[in-house]
């Protein structure tokens, strides 16, 4: 069974940081595609950033030089550095996982399988 808990969510100022975690368990994150994804009150969610089995990443324009994606194979654990936030970046930020291998990255949901419960994040002065 497929697990992936999200981790790492707060409040903070605008122009702070923090880190987002998303552990995984029934699942191996060096394996597959795995993405960060965002909800805002009365949004759709959208997608943040995506990393593939061979690293190669994707990100949404309004978090490119602001967001980092990375994994640690490891710890089996998905990660999300996030800088310079604002408060346009308010939201529940849900981990996904892919269910098959596949070099390409993606931001569209229907790529993914599986899902975290989400950490929220707010950006308020």
């Known amino acids: 069974q497929v697990q992936l808990v999200e981790s790492g969510g707060g409040s903070v100022q605008p122009g702070g940081s923090l880190r987002l975690s998303c552990a995984a368990s029934?699942?191996?994150?060096?394996?597959?595609?795995m993405g960060w994804f965002r909800q805002a009150p009365g949004k759709e969610r959208e997608g943040v950033t995506s990393?593939?089995?061979?690293?190669?990443?994707a990100y949404a324009d309004s978090v490119k030089g602001r967001f980092t994606v990375s994994k640690d194979n490891a710890e089996n654990t998905l990660y999300l550095q996030m800088n310079s936030l604002e408060p346009e970046d308010t939201a529940m930020y849900y981990c996904?996982?892919?269910?098959?291998?596949?070099?390409?990255?993606?931001?569209?949901?229907?790529?993914?399988?599986?899902w975290g419960q989400g950490t929220q994040v707010t950006v308020s002065s």
């Open positions: 996904a996982a892919s269910g098959y291998r596949t070099w390409v990255s993606s931001l569209r949901m229907n790529d993914y399988t599986y």
């Open positions: 029934g699942y191996t994150v060096s394996t597959k595609r």
């Open positions: 990393i593939t089995a061979g690293g190669n990443t």
